[in-house]
T-cell receptor
Framework: SAVISQKPSRDICQRGTSLTIQCQVD?????MFWYRQQPGQSLTLIAT?????????ESGFVIDKFPISRPNLTFSTLTVSNMSPEDSSIYLC???????????FGQGTRLTVV | AQTVTQSQPEMSVQEAETVTLSCTYD???????LFWYKQPPSRQMILVIR??????QNATENRFSVNFQKAAKSFSLKISDSQLGDTAMYFC????????????FGKGTKLTVNP
């Protein structure tokens, strides 16, 4: 199993600013993912964080808005840029090893943009 | 593209009774994995149970069991002896065998266990 620490757990931000969310895994994992969960909704994949290369973004998400870094096998960051109230959501980090079929999740970051 | 459908937005059950949550999915793959995740108000996503598509036997984890019908592409979750702590959102999820290991989630079912 893997334990994922995600921070901050919540934040209230002014529109037009940016927030960086950190995700730390307690063991080396092959795959790391970032999801968005809008209020009362399901989880939608933003991107796959690739170690040492650019993230792979899903349709509807772009690097300029959600830049992602993954400098090593245990750490990743997601930045929400130029925020608007529509970005108010829960953002979740997920990780898993290629040999494992289970995905582990951080506790999420509740972002409110005012 | 794979899709996951949960047709029950909300359900409720009395404590100690049994409840079944429905999930259907669509895929052209033959080998894949299916999951049920629980999300309590704490937001933490907790794996409840998983099923490998190549296994005919239905997975069980204590009070939780699934009814996996591969031909019908159905994957329901049965919770026996419901407890107040089972109150949560439940998400059905699909993961393909090859390539990206991303999960595709259903819209979720909000389960309330009443005392």
């Amino acid at each position: 199993s893997a334990v994922i620490s995600q921070k901050p757990s919540r934040d209230i931000c002014q529109r037009g600013t940016s927030l960086t969310i950190q995700c730390q895994v307690d063991s080396q994992v092959t795959m790391m993912f970032w999801y968005r969960q809008q209020p009362g909704q399901s989880l939608t994949l933003i991107a796959t964080a690739n170690q040492g290369s650019e993230a792979t973004y899903e349709s509807g998400f772009v690097i300029d808005k959600f830049p992602i870094s993954r400098p090593n096998l245990t750490f990743s960051t997601l930045t929400v840029s130029n925020m608007s109230p529509e970005d108010s959501s829960i953002y979740l980090c997920s990780a898993g090893g290629r040999v494992s079929t289970e995905a582990f999740f951080g506790q999420g970051t509740r972002l409110t943009v005012v | 593209a794979q899709t996951v459908t949960q047709s029950q937005p909300e359900m409720s059950v009395q404590e100690a009774e049994t409840v079944t949550l429905s999930c259907t999915y669509d895929t052209s793959e033959n080998n894949y994995y299916l999951f049920w995740y629980k999300q309590p108000p704490s937001r933490q996503m907790i794996l409840v149970i998983r099923q490998e598509a190549y296994k005919q036997q239905n997975a069980t984890e204590n009070r939780f069991s699934v009814n996996f019908q591969k031909a019908a592409k159905s994957f329901s979750l049965k919770i026996s002896d419901s407890q107040l702590g089972d109150t949560a959102m439940y998400f059905c999820a699909f993961r393909g065998q090859g390539g990206s290991e991303k999960l595709v989630f259903g819209k979720g079912t909000k389960l309330t266990v009443n005392p």
